[in-house]
């Protein structure tokens, strides 16, 4: 089993990085884990490098021409996806938008676990929504879980957090268990 970690903030060693790498360390010691960076992709934005083709053609230009098809590519590779984000003025950041505003993502996320971490103090049941409405709707993606943790300005404080430690353990076994249903139809 492949469990992969997006992380999108961009501080890279911030509360969101190590919240993941907890989460990470608490799936089953055989899974094979990694964790990226959103931010370590090139992803334009929906119009940013064309004139809207697609309505007309059904085809993103721009996704030859910038990093949004290597990551969605990466992601594909991958069992279990978890999405950790913390919420920039009440949402999910621009870059994330960014990466789920293109559509088509049904071609790489039909029907993966994906799981979401979201560091937030407020916002996060709206950055839970942009999420979770994308995912369902556009991706077709199977939600096993979501969590909101506490967010700090402070790198690595969210994850000493005993609020968090709960809640990753709660989103870690609620990943076991769909995985055990969906993959050897066995429930916990
Ligand atoms: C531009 C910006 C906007 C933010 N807006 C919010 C917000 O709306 N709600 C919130 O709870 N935290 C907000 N924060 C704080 C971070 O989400 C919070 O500190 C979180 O722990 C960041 O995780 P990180 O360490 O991975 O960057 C904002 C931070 C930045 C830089």
Known sequence: MKALALCCSPRKEGNTSKALSLLLEKLPADWQ???????????????????????????????ALNERVRLLEKLKSADVIVIGTPTYNTDIPSKLRTLLERGYLENYLKNKVVALLIVSNLGGV??????????????????????????????GKTVNDSKTQMLIDYLAKRIIEVVNLMYYCQPC
């Not at 934005?45 to 309505?55: H, S």
């Open 126 to 155: 709206k950055a839970l929504c942009t999420l979770t409405s994308s995912l369902i709707l556009d991706a077709q993606a199977i939600i096993a879980g979501a969590v909101i943790v506490p967010g700090y300005r402070e790198g």
């Open 33 to 63: 884990k990694e964790m990226i960076n959103l931010h370590d992709f090139d992803i334009k934005a929906c119009g940013e490098l064309c004139n809207a083709e697609c309505l007309r053609e059904d085809v993103c230009k721009v996704d």
